[in-house]
């Protein structure tokens, strides 16, 4: 079944009305807000329905996860990643920045350490430490020929890697797909990284939730627990899976996400980490949940479709102003490479924000000199932003 949302794509409702974080940032301001990774579109009409006949039920106390949901999301996993997985490995979270943390707790001890890929979204470097642990930061490799012809395509360094392991180093925190380069690791890498953690005894965090967001809509994800489980099933008990519906069926605001624990022993320190520190999940967001799991899929291919097109729109606006930029095989966020600027312009995030549009600072994914552009915003907002951009770069080029 294909439905036209269109409508709703091009034109969202404002959301200043509702303190959007988004958009709060730059109330009263003339900038344009393309940073946080939301999106500007209302959710799914059967999420949307779904959460109004809750609200009109009235009665909003504590609530369990609904008793078919687990059963769901293990279709779900069958059927859009081939993977099997078991409804007593869930673990139900309001958010995946706490599951990071609580993975750091359950799996390094004191004082141990946590490697990670960077550039990466920015809880992934300050996990570890904020939990007492320490983050060993391994930069991707750029591909220089690619940037050469302006385009950002990272790959995973193992010589770095290899020198970064300490013997302390216990958990690898992976970021799968790649936020902020919007890459999908190859096969060969995944399968190489899965050796790796296997002959270092390493655990593995695997957060997912840019997964549903592989814009052809039709390359698989591949959990890299499964690529574990490959392995051995001993493998696959050293593995933590995030993942939440908050990215792909913009519910971050109702505070529902998951862990995927296999090992129980694993799971039980997970959830002794958890213990009397962080809320349960949002009653809303089990019910959208559901609704996303149970129908979301007709319109999850029509925003695949919309940010296919935003992506190419945004890649072109950059080509002309000679930006390297990722063209990303997932997520909404494109990654730009600004540094021919920064010596004219000094920090270029703060720069094009002068010039009416607001970028998330590289240098918050450990990237200075680079920027996040999100582009799941209506069409004339970014037209409006690309085209600010553009006449900014222009002028600056220009010698103006
Ligand atoms: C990779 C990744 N994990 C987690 C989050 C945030 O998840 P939550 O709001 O559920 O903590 C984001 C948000 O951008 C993200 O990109």
């Known amino acids: 079944m294909t439905r036209d949302f269109s409508a709703s794509f091009d034109s ?11 958009w709060e940032k730059y109330r009263g301001r003339d900038v344009i807000p393309l940073w946080i990774a939301d999106m500007d579109y209302p959710v ?12 009109r039920h009235g009665n909003y106390g ?7 949901l687990a059963g769901d999301l293990v279709a779900y996993h069958a059927e859009h990643y081939g993977w099997q997985i078991e409804p007593g490995w869930i673990v139900w979270l309001s958010g995946l920045v706490l599951g990071i943390n609580l993975a750091v707790k359950a799996c390094c001890g004191d004082g141990e350490s946590a490697l990670t890929f960077s550039p990466v979204y920015p809880p992934f470097l300050s996990a570890a430490p904020t939990q007492g642990r320490r983050t060993l930061e391994v930069p991707l490799a750029l591909d220089e020929a690619a940037w050469r012809a ?35 690791f190859s096969r060969d890498e995944l399968d190489a990284l899965a050796d790796f953690c296997v002959c270092h005894d390493l655990y593995v965090c695997s957060d997912e939730v840019h997964c549903d967001l592989i814009l052809d809509g039709t390359t698989p994800h591949v959990p890299f627990a499964r690529v574990l489980a490959a392995r051995s099933s001993t493998h696959l008990a050293r593995s933590i899976t995030l993942h939440g519906p908050g990215k792909v069926f913009n519910l971050a605001g ?44 007709p319109w999850r291919q029509a925003l695949l479709a919309r940010l296919r097109r935003n992506r190419d729109q945004v890649s072109a606006a950059l080509d002309a102003m000679h930006l390297p930029h990722s063209h990303p095989a997932a997520t909404y966020l494109t990654w730009i490479d600004t540094r ?18 607001g970028l998330s600072d590289g240098a918050d994914f450990g990237a200075p000199g680079f920027v996040r552009l999100n582009f799941a915003a209506g069409s004339a907002v970014l037209d409006e932003a690309l085209r600010r951009m553009q006449e900014a770069v222009y002028r600056l080029d220009a010698g103006g």
């Open 340 to 357: 021919r600027l920064v010596g004219k312009v000094g920090n270029a995030a703060q720069w094009f924000e002068q010039q009416g549009v």
């Open 254 to 297: 109702l505070g529902i996400a998951w862990a995927i624990i296999p090992d129980a022993g694993l799971r039980k320190r997970f959830r002794a980490a958890k213990q009397r520190l962080v809320p349960e999940a949002c009653c809303f967001g089990y019910t959208a949940l559901q609704a996303a799991l149970r129908a979301g899929e």
């Open 150 to 184: 302006g385009d950002l395509r990272y790959h995973i360094d193992f010589a770095r890697l290899d020198a970064a392991l300490l013997p302390d180093t216990r958990l690898l925190l992976l970021c799968h797909p790649h936020n902020p380069v919007g890459s999908l």
């Open 62 to 68: 504590y609530m369990s996860a609904p008793r078919e």
């Open 12 to 22: 969202p409702a404002d959301r200043l009305e509702w303190s959007a974080t988004k």
């Open 44 to 55: 799914a009409p059967a999420i949307q329905r779904a959460v109004a006949a809750h609200v």
